[in-house]
């Protein structure tokens, strides 16, 4: 069972999150799913979701919801959770969406929450950290903070859709770049076809 951490922050894009918790907990990852504030806030405003805030309750709304996998729930200030240490690294981790904000403190190494330092531990143990910026334009700043990242080993992956699959729905949108975060992942997907295999 491959361990991924997830985290969602305060970028608009909620629904990439959602989807990507939907994805791994049928593919029977074992996910350890971080939410910040503003995350909290973000999938109000955009999904009309609001989520419970103890955790236990949280877990098994999201479980109730997105069946299979094992799931674990923590907020942005639970420094026990075995995320915080690099003897509880998950196997890869993923913020998506991710905010400027937690961007540049990750670029920084600032770790003034779980979800920061998590991602600092992924970084220094050497697992996988992707990051889904869904931001635009970018100013230099915001560029300049990937490149550091990038150079640390990590993968940006902004969430800019393809259209060469003929998308038909937002949902396709979606699927889309969540298809890319599981290929990166190495966790197998069929949701959008390989180049090459396109349906005429």
């Known amino acids: ?53 103890a955790t236990a309750t949280l877990t098994a709304e999201l479980t109730a919801r997105y069946p299979g996998g094992r799931l674990s729930t923590y ?11 690099g003897s509880g690294v998950a196997d890869a981790m993923v913020i998506c969406p991710c905010s400027m904000g937690t961007l540049a403190a990750v670029a920084h190494g600032l770790s003034d929450n779980l979800i920061e330092r998590a991602a600092d531990v992924t970084l220094k143990e050497r697992r996988p950290l992707i990051l889904v910026p869904r931001e635009t334009p970018f100013s230099l700043i915001h560029l300049r903070n990937m490149v550091q990242l990038a150079e640390a080993g990590a993968v940006i992956l902004p969430a800019n859709p393809g259209f060469y ?18 290929d990166q992942l190495g966790v197998a997907q069929t949701m959008i076809p390989r180049w090459g295999n396109l349906k005429d």
């Open 1 to 53: 069972m491959k361990h991924v951490a997830l985290a969602l922050t305060g970028a608009s894009g909620a629904a990439y999150g959602l989807r990507l918790l939907e994805c791994l907990l049928a593919a029977e990852c074992r996910v350890s799913l971080m939410l910040s504030q503003a995350a909290r806030i973000v999938l109000k405003q955009e999904l009309d979701w609001g989520l419970p805030a």
């Open 75 to 85: 907020g942005e200030k639970e420094w026990f959770s075995p995320l915080a240490s």
């Open 165 to 182: 699959a003929r998308p038909e729905r937002v949902e396709d949108l979606i699927d889309f770049i969540v298809a890319r975060i599981l």
